[in-house]
């Protein structure tokens, strides 16, 4: 009788064993809501690994390595290309490096127009496009004549070693002319600022590729609040079940390889119970033979004490149950205490340990004060230096401003951004945000404040300065950001003079398929896009007029605005009006060679253009931020010759151009994250 039983029960854990395996992975396939990709930070869909595949449309391979340096690639069919950055879930994008292409087309390697760009395939998911800008170019037969209109120009460069003569124009168009259809055709990512006679000035090696997904994906995360997935077969199919994250999969993996011990367990032993029942059961009869005659002989008296021993069972076991009811009770408790550690996705401090970190906010810590709040030096116990913001006033701009900074850092990872270690809670009686401590000052204290030093700050150092710069503001527009408070005080300088962009206090998101965000001005005097001050229409351009007037301070090492004799000068219009009758050595800061080194002169001529082209006051003739990116960068590395510019702008420099000083804007002011005043930290914390 009793192995009937042993049996029942080990088909019965058997079966709860499969039952809890089939729980433990549900059909979200195991994909984290997001991922950590070693200097990208924390990656989530449409980007996966290449060991998760169904989870996203863009594997990224490399995310292991948590070295800063260390490269992350994807491959486009067999090609391999570098990742320099990312966009966001707003603005889903991968910001590609063809290195290979680099290095050809600064050989003007004809087989640099052999082929096209090749794409991922196309998924349920989604696809994916180059952006912003391809040009189509048409190959022909040098020996032959073409009948074409005066819009295209002709490349013959490759004629003697490919026998082709290239075709192509600035408009670009998906239909060839008749005249052209013969030839073969290749489309490659340009970058239209620099385009001229010449492929191999425009065609760019860094790229970017949208990432556009499908209605199904749109519909599924938009309407039904669920996941784009992908089932075994490929097909698409849209999760309810929410997405797990990565402990969740670890200990689900560790449900899986003790259940399938226990199995093992189990049956190698099955022998052994089976076994020792048998002899349980002799026993167990002997005893009950042995105890029959006893029960027989029971007396009233052990009847009631046997009742009692009962009563006092149940009020030991009430007890019991009980006790587990507070515990689970103070279980919960503390999961939900717990779960308010996280506050948008960024730890969250108590006042008290930031109080204790500053020294409670000793003043001779301040690094910084503007008109919502004051920044001090601070160290945590973990040992981390890091720099506190405190909020005047707890107000609702004050929250607001709080929550945005917050909100906006937390959806950024780039090595030129100042990073974002956590902050108190919204419902703290002071709201305090805690970043990295940048211990050099800041790039303003560098050129004209109190750490500006003769030959401190060399132009090749400048140059970098103006290149990282324009690389981390080209991420922010790339991600759907405007900073609206771009000057050189709020560019911060580590001890290599490496830059990180700081205070987004007053940033904005700026939505798809506008082309404005209407909204009362703000920013700093002198750095204010006069476009957006006199129509209310915040732009992308309006960041590129601020950092065309660091440009100009990083030629000069002149403040934005600063007084002669007893007229206050505003820079941009001093440097516009300079370049117009290129009087250059009137503008340049004389310690950086400009007379002594014709290298030198022609970079920072070649920048001053670029910072006259950035300052226009009609926004269409300005440049976008990524397109000075890669000017700057070209200027940078030397290869980039100065002429070009000029043809670009044919006659531009001649044109009237008119700037002005605003006498009062919406100054949403804000402290920066630097140590203008304290320049090291203090001997004891």
Same mark, same amino acid.
């Given at each position: 009788m009793v192995l009937p039983v042993y049996f029942f029960f080990f088909f019965f854990f058997s079966l709860l064993a499969d039952h809890m395996l089939v729980l433990s992975s549900d059909s979200s396939g195991e994909c984290p809501p997001s991922f950590h990709c070693g200097n990208l930070g924390n990656l989530s869909f449409p980007y996966t690994t290449p060991q998760r595949n169904h989870c996203g449309m863009l594997p990224i391979h490399g995310c292991e390595d948590e070295h800063p340096n260390g490269q992350k690639t994807v491959y486009f069919g067999k090609e391999q290309f570098q990742v320099t950055g990312v966009g966001n879930m707003f603005n889903p994008a991968v910001f590609i490096r063809d290195t290979d292409l680099q290095k050809r087309l600064e050989k003007d390697d004809c087989d640099v127009l052999c082929c096209n760009i090749t794409l991922p395939t196309s998924s349920p998911l989604g696809y994916f496009a180059i952006g912003p800008t391809i040009i189509t170019m048409y190959k022909c037969n040098s020996s032959l004549y073409y009948n074409v209109s005066s819009q295209f120009l002709n490349y013959t460069g490759c004629a003697k070693s490919n026998h082709e003569t290239i075709f192509f124009r600035s408009q670009d168009q998906d239909h060839p002319p008749p005249s052209l259809a013969t030839c073969s055709r290749v489309q490659l990512p340009v970058n239209m600022m620099t385009f001229s006679p010449d492929p191999f000035t425009f065609i760019a090696s860094d790229f970017t590729v949208n990432v556009k997904l499908s209605d199904d994906c749109i519909r599924c995360s938009d309407d039904n609040m669920g996941l784009c997935r992908l089932n075994s077969t490929g097909g698409f199919y849209c999760s309810k079940f929410k997405a797990k994250d990565e402990a969740e999969i670890k200990h689900q993996k560790k449900v899986r390889a003790w259940m399938l011990a226990f199995r093992i367990g189990f049956g190698l032993g099955l022998g052994l119970l089976i076994l020792a029942l048998v002899l349980i059961i002799r026993l167990y009869k002997q005893k009950q033979s042995a105890l029959s005659d006893v029960r027989l002989r029971s007396t009233n008296k052990q009847k009631h004490r046997s009742l009692k021993s009962q009563n006092q069972s149940r009020s030991i076991e009430s007890d019991n149950t009980h006790s587990r009811s507070n515990e689970h009770h103070n279980t919960h408790s503390n999961a939900i205490q717990e779960s308010r550690n996280i506050y948008f996705g960024v730890p969250v401090f108590s006042y008290e340990e930031l109080e204790e970190a500053t020294n409670k906010f000793d003043q001779s810590r301040q690094l910084g004060r503007g008109g919502f709040g004051t920044v001090y030096y601070g160290k945590l116990k973990d040992g981390r230096e890091v720099a506190v913001k405190r909020l005047f006033e707890r107000n609702y701009r004050g929250v607001q401003q709080f929550i945005n900074e917050v909100q906006i850092l937390t959806r950024l990872r780039h090595r030129n951004l100042v990073s974002l270690y956590g902050c108190t809670s919204c419902s703290s009686h002071e709201l305090l945000l805690v970043y990295e401590y940048i211990s050099n000052g800041t790039l303003g204290c560098h050129l004209h404040g109190n750490l500006a030093k003769q030959g401190s700050l060399p132009w090749s150092v400048r140059m970098r300065i103006a290149t990282e710069t324009a690389n981390a503001l080209s991420y922010l527009h790339a991600c759907g950001v405007i900073h609206r408070d771009v000057k050189s005080s709020n560019l911060l300088l580590d001890h290599h003079f490496c830059v990180k962009v700081a205070d987004f206090g007053i940033s904005r998101l700026f939505p798809k398929l506008v082309s404005h965000v209407s909204t009362c001005p703000?920013?700093?005097?002198?750095?204010?896009?006069?476009?957006?001050?006199?129509?209310?229409?915040?732009?992308?351009?309006?960041?590129?007029?601020?950092?065309?007037?660091?440009?100009?301070?990083?030629?000069?090492?002149?403040?934005?605005?600063? &007084?002669?004799?007893?007229? +206050? /000068?505003?820079?941009? $219009?001093?440097?516009? %009006?300079?370049?117009?009758?290129?009087?250059?050595?009137?503008?340049?800061?004389?310690?950086?060679?400009?007379?002594?080194?014709?290298?030198?002169?022609?970079?920072?001529?070649?920048?001053?253009?670029?910072?006259?082209?950035?300052?226009?006051?009609?926004?269409?003739?300005?440049?976008?931020?990524?397109?000075? &990116?890669?000017?700057?960068? +070209? /200027?940078?590395?030397? $290869?980039?010759?100065? %002429?070009?510019?000029?043809?670009?702008?044919?006659?531009?420099?001649?044109?009237?151009?008119?700037?002005?000083?605003?006498?009062?804007?919406?100054?949403?002011?804000?402290?920066?994250?630097?140590?203008?005043?304290?320049?090291?930290?203090?001997?004891?914390?």
């Open positions: 703000a920013g700093s005097p002198g750095y204010l896009d006069p476009e957006y001050y006199q129509f209310c229409q915040l732009t992308e351009k309006s960041d590129v007029y601020s950092f065309g007037v660091v440009l100009i301070e990083l030629i000069s090492s002149k403040p934005a605005i600063f &007084m002669r004799a007893t007229d +206050k /000068i505003n820079l941009a $219009n001093m440097a516009v %009006k300079k370049i117009q009758r290129s009087a250059f050595s009137e503008l340049v800061d004389p310690s950086l060679g400009f007379e002594s080194d014709d290298k030198v002169r022609e970079m920072i001529m070649s920048v001053a253009k670029l910072a006259f082209r950035c300052v226009q006051r009609d926004v269409e003739l300005r440049p976008s931020m990524g397109e000075v &990116m890669e000017f700057l960068q +070209k /200027i940078e590395n030397g $290869n980039y010759d100065i %002429k070009h510019l000029e043809f670009l702008g044919a006659g531009f420099l001649n044109r009237e151009i008119y700037t002005f000083l605003p006498t009062s804007i919406h100054r949403d002011e804000d402290a920066s994250l630097n140590n203008s005043e304290l320049q090291h930290p203090p001997p004891t914390v």
